[in-house]
């Protein structure tokens, strides 16, 4: 079993891998506790639960914040990491999530801090539904993608 | 929303002798051609009153009502010769020629026979309109009420051919033209006009008799439009051909539009026409363009009627009233599918906290709501015997309360069908204390001005100085109202209006890189005990400051300080604002380059450059604070981003570019009065909203001044008369089982008088499952102000 730098980065992508399911998951409990937000049972105060509610969803939205900058940060590492490696096909599966990360970066709207959603147009339908797509996309891919590094790994060490 | 096509007949008679005074008082227009027709149009009416109308041939005393709409858009030059009276006619839109003072329709003033015809289709609404018109007639000058309906008739769909005598006949044909117009409705404006021409086509041809007549006109009508339908009584023939003859004369003159945008139906029509009749008038009536920048007065005078939704008579007499709460589409598809063939948006226009000249108050210990979807009780609830009531939305099954059993109006008991909870669909609830957060707030108001050489040249500071003078004591509130105020330049001013002082103290601080409140705990004052201060203070304030040589404003700072000034309270925030802010957080670049104004690349810059205003605002409503900005720039001041700040704390946004009070007496009149309405409409604190619909819809975008705190809860920190809001309803799930749709907006807001209250406004609709139905249930007003609103 030879320990290269490929099965190395095969490796820590695994592991990595792991907490971008873990992001991922959190995105989408984010997004569907947004969603049903209306769905509270029986509140005796109008008022009182919103307002609880609404600071919890303007920190929501400042964590996904937080979640997603590392998140893309993790996922362009692994890209530089199979670069190095000269795993170009693993490489070129991750290209287009890649893309597709800049895009959405270059596309958000006009904030001050560094993030994807603003908690004015958030509450949109269409902007929900997007985004709770995303979030299932996105737990595919990363599953999908950590056997896939399993596979490549167990490929790659015993060669 | 009454249909008062009855008294149309009883007058019509006196309709009939009044039109030669019309043709006497229409003659003075400007736009001779169309004069002359109009003169012409109104000198028949004696002759064609027996004739029967383009559409029921039972109304036979209609007919010079129906004439009229086609009236060509000059006659509103009359209006504008006789408008004195029209003013005062229009209040009295649907009741006998008495004169009253309110805009409440009467709901049963005419008998209820009439009603029910009416309900079926638009051209209801256009019966109505024609008794408006004679009743109208009789008080003021007749001629010019007359030409008012017509042009906006013209410009919906719907055919003015009233129905209303013979149901079953009327209903017939209306319900023929219906599909007609609805075949090709919704795609331009001018397909629309182009259509409601056919259509009056089509009711001219009914109204004769059928083709095969003595004049070939009706032959062309046929090939024409491409659908006929069974004409009218042959009766009364040669008068028809006079009345076809003027109204086709009519139509052909009114048809803006296609000089704007070519239509190939309206000129073929109107070459036909011009062969046919061989009146030489007539081809250059037909091909008439209308000069927009000189015709300005296209649109109606009048405020046009909703039209009614297809419900049983006592199901609409409890509706909720269209002014309030509005539907695009007032005959809900039943499926998403059918909802997308029909191409139109579904959704909703409310005004949930208008003025209302009569509110049923309701003071109850328990305030009825369903047990699932919280619903509050209303008057589409079903209820299934005496104990048990079953939602209208969610169709839960719930009890009725003991105490809800005892009616107090009528002092009885055992009719809870009776109470004015379930009699009325626009009511107000005296809240508890279960539905406070915190004891209910005082009235605060707090005021930050623009005190730079730019406001000082603009002149804005004495105008509003000495409205708030006159409308010290009207403002809404109670012993409890507060006052503060602000003013900044390059520095930011606070003023010690504490009772005692002999005149009110000025605090500056310069330091708005961060900044503080300077520690006076009387910065903001109840307004009963420091009165004189305030008035020592705007009388003083324009004079203040007109020597000032500061060019920089720094708003940015400014409405942080306000910020921390209201955050303990909450309240409302005037902003005066007259140039770019320039100093300080929230400094705003110019950003816009002249040359590019009139460029074809599109309109740019109309998203804000920066998120400070928005923040802010968020901020604002987080603490029930909200901020109106008036902004008085001459030139470009980036309302795009300022505009943040109103919009997200539920504030109203007035604009007056280049505001000069000595330069621009226009805009100057524009602020005070505006400031007068501002600073005496009643105003709702720390509100909440929330709209529910009948299961199977839901709400998926809201159009409007506030922030989404839920899916369907609007967070609105100031709610005030003006204030009106658009959402867009989906249909998720068919709503095949069920033949009504309703919805309920409920505002919880707490009055200037420190109560907290809940006003419930809710809307009944019908399911539809035809097309056709759905587009003649289609609100054409509703549908443009939501497509403005959208995208």
Not at chain 1, 88 to 105: D, E, G, I, K, S
Not at chain 2, 711 to 733: C, G, H, K, R, Y
Request: proline share 9%; net charge neutral; with cysteine.
């Amino acid at each position: 079993m030879a320990f290269t730098f490929a099965a190395f980065c095969y490796m820590l992508a695994l592991l990595l891998t792991a907490a971008l399911i873990f992001f991922a998951i959190w995105h989408i409990i984010a997004f569907d506790e947004l969603k049903t937000d209306y769905k509270n049972p029986i509140d005796q105060c109008n008022t009182l639960n919103p307002t609880v509610e609404k600071v919890k969803k303007i920190k929501r939205v400042k964590i996904a914040l937080k979640l997603v900058l590392p998140e893309y940060l993790i996922h362009f590492f692994f890209c530089v990491m199979f670069f190095c490696a000269a795993e170009w096909l693993t490489l070129f599966l991750n290209l287009p999530l890649l893309a597709y990360h800049v895009w959405r970066y270059m596309s958000r709207p006009v904030m001050s801090c560094p993030g994807l959603y603003d908690p004015t147009t958030i509450m949109n339908a269409d902007i929900l539904a997007y985004c709770q797509k995303e979030g299932w996309c996105k737990l595919a891919f990363y599953l999908l993608s950590f056997f896939y590094y399993l596979y490549g790994y167990v490929n790659v060490s015993s060669d | 929303m009454s249909a008062p096509g009855y008294t149309n007949r009883s007058s019509s008679a006196s309709f009939g002798q009044n039109s030669p005074a019309n043709g006497g008082a229409a003659p003075p227009f400007q736009n001779g051609e169309t004069g002359r027709i109009m003169v012409r149009f109104c000198l028949s009416h004696p002759l064609a009153s027996p004739a029967p109308p383009p559409s029921s041939s039972a109304q036979y005393s209609h007919q010079p009502f129906q004439q009229t709409p086609y009236a060509p858009p000059g006659s509103y030059y009359v209006q504008q010769s006789c408008q004195t009276s029209l003013p005062q006619t229009q209040p009295q839109t649907q009741t006998q020629p008495q004169p009253q003072p309110t805009l409440v329709p009467a709901p049963a003033a005419g008998p209820g026979a009439p009603l029910y015809p009416i309900v079926s289709y638009p051209s209801a609404h256009g019966c109505s309109q024609y008794g408006t018109l004679s009743s109208l007639q009789n008080p003021s000058t007749p001629g010019v009420t007359q030409i008012a309906a017509p042009l906006h008739h013209y410009n919906t769909a719907p055919p003015p051919c009233a129905t209303g005598v013979q149901p079953g006949y009327a209903a017939g044909s209306a319900g023929q033209t219906a599909p007609t117009v609805n075949g090709q409705g919704g795609a331009g404006t001018s397909e629309v006009l182009a259509v409601s021409i056919e259509i009056q086509l089509n009711c001219g041809e009914t109204s004769s008799s059928t083709t095969g007549s003595a004049s070939p006109a009706p032959n062309s009508y046929d090939s024409l439009e491409g659908g006929s339908f069974p004409g009218g009584p042959p009766s009364h023939f040669t008068k028809n051909t006079q009345v076809r003859k003027n109204v086709t004369e009519l139509i052909c003159a009114f048809d803006p539009l296609p000089s704007l945008q070519p239509f190939p139906n309206l000129s073929q029509l109107s070459a036909a026409l011009g062969g046919l009749s061989g009146v030489p008038e007539l081809e250059v009536e037909a091909l008439r363009p209308v000069n927009l920048l000189q015709e300005r007065n296209l649109l109606p005078q009048r405020p046009q009627e909703a039209p009614e939704p297809n419900l049983s008579p006592d199901l609409k007499k409890v509706n909720c009233s269209p002014q309030t709460f509005r539907c695009t589409l007032t005959s809900i598809p039943q499926t998403q599918a059918l909802l997308n063939k029909a191409r139109l948006p579904l959704g909703l226009l409310l005004h949930p906290f208008r003025d209302l000249q009569q509110l049923p108050v309701i003071t109850s210990n328990t305030i009825v709501r369903c047990r699932s979807c919280r619903t509050y009780i209303n008057p589409f609830v079903t209820f299934l015997d005496q104990h048990r009531w079953k939602c209208n939305l969610c169709y839960r099954v719930n009890d009725v309360p003991d105490e809800f059993m005892y009616n107090p109006v009528s002092r009885s008991y055992g009719e809870p069908h009776m109470r004015p909870e379930v009699q009325n669909s626009t009511v107000e609830f005296i809240a508890s204390s279960d539905y406070m957060l915190r004891p209910p707030q005082p009235a605060v108001y707090l005021f930050v001005l623009d005190v730079s050489h730019n406001a000082v040249e603009a002149g804005y500071l004495k105008v509003f100085c000495d409205s708030l003078l006159e409308n010290l004591d009207k403002m809404p509130g109670d012993s409890r109202t507060r006052v503060g105020f602000l003013t900044f330049d390059s520095t930011v001013h606070f003023y010690n209006l504490q009772e005692g002082l002999s005149q009110p103290q000025m605090l500056v601080v310069s330091d708005i890189d961060d900044v503080f409140i300077p520690s006076h705990d009387s910065l903001m004052v109840n307004l009963k005990e420091s009165r004189e201060l305030v008035k020592d203070l705007l009388t003083s304030l324009p004079a203040m400051f007109s020597q000032s040589r500061e060019t920089h404003s720094a708003l940015g700072p400014a409405l942080q300080a306000a910020f921390k000034l209201m955050s303990p309270t909450g309240g409302r925030v005037s902003v005066f604002q007259t140039q770019l802010p320039s100093l300080g957080a929230g400094k705003l670049q110019s950003r816009e380059d002249p040359n590019q104004r009139s460029s074809t690349k599109g309109v740019q810059h109309l998203g804000p450059a920066t998120d400070f205003y928005k923040k802010l605002a968020l901020d604002c409503s987080g603490q029930q604070i909200g901020v109106d900005l008036f902004l008085l720039s001459s030139q470009y001041a980036d309302l795009a981003s300022l505009a943040c700040v109103s919009k997200y704390s539920a504030g109203s946004i007035f604009y007056y570019p280049s505001f000069h009070h000595v330069h621009n007496p226009a805009q100057l009149q524009k602020l005070q009065k505006d400031l007068e309405r501002y600073f005496t409409r009643k105003i709702g604190f720390e509100a909440v909203m929330r709209i529910r619909c009948t299961k199977g819809l839901s709400i998926h975008t809201f159009h409007g001044n506030f922030f989404v705190r839920s899916t369907d809860l609007l967070s609105l920190a100031n709610v005030n008369p003006d204030s009106a809001f658009a959402v867009q309803v989906s249909i998720e799930d068919s709503l095949a089982d069920s033949s009504l749709a309703c919805f309920q907006a409920a505002l919880l807001y707490t009055s200037s008088k420190g109560k907290r209250r809940i006003r419930v406004h809710t809307l009944c609709l019908p399911v539809v499952n035809q097309l056709s139905d759905v587009y003649a249930g289609a609100d054409v007003q509703a549908i443009t102000c939501l497509l403005a609103n959208m995208g």
